[in-house]
C-alpha cells in the first residue's frame, strides 16, 4: 500500500519549536520531490517547503525562511520538517506529500493525513 505516514504536531507557545515526520511506505522518497504544505483555518492550502527531484533544489516560503528546514532520510525512507521560533500564523494542519516530478500544493502523487500545530500562549 502506497502510502505516508505523519507523526508529530501539538501546542506549542510563540518562539518555541517542533519536529513533523513522515514515513513513506510503498515506494521510495529518494525517487520523488518531497514537501511539506499547511492550511491554516479559513485558508487555502500554501506550500512551505520543497526538496526537488527534477532541479535538485530546496525553496522555502517566504514567510518561514530562516526558521524551517526541510529534510529526508533515504535510509528510512522518511521526510523530516524542523520548524523553530514558531509564531502564531505558523498554526495550521501540516502536510507532507511526494510526487513524481514537481512540488504543488493543488496536485501532489501522495499526501499524508495532517498533523496540528497549534502556536499559542
Known amino acids: 500500500q502506497l502510502k505516508l505516514v505523519e507523526s508529530g504536531g501539538g501546542l506549542v507557545r510563540p518562539g518555541g519549536s517542533l519536529r513533523l515526520s513522515c514515513a513513506a511506505s510503498g515506494f521510495l522518497l529518494d525517487y520523488n520531490s518531497i514537501g511539506w504544505f499547511r492550511q491554516a483555518p479559513g485558508k487555502g492550502r500554501e506550500e512551505v517547503a520543497c526538496?526537488?527531484?527534477?532541479?535538485?533544489?530546496?525553496t522555502y516560503a517566504d514567510s518561514v525562511k530562516g526558521r524551517f528546514t526541510i529534510s529526508k532520510d533515504i535510509t528510512k525512507n522518511t521526510m523530516s520538517l524542523q520548524m523553530i521560533n514558531l509564531r502564531p500564523e505558523d498554526t495550521a494542519v501540516y502536510y507532507c506529500?511526494?510526487?513524481?516530478?514537481?512540488?504543488?500544493?493543488?496536485?501532489?502523487?501522495?499526501w499524508g493525513e495532517g498533523a496540528l500545530v497549534t502556536v499559542s500562549s
Open positions: 526538496i526537488s527531484s527534477l532541479s535538485a533544489s530546496t
Open positions: 506529500a511526494a510526487d513524481q516530478n514537481y512540488c504543488s500544493a493543488a496536485d501532489m502523487d501522495y
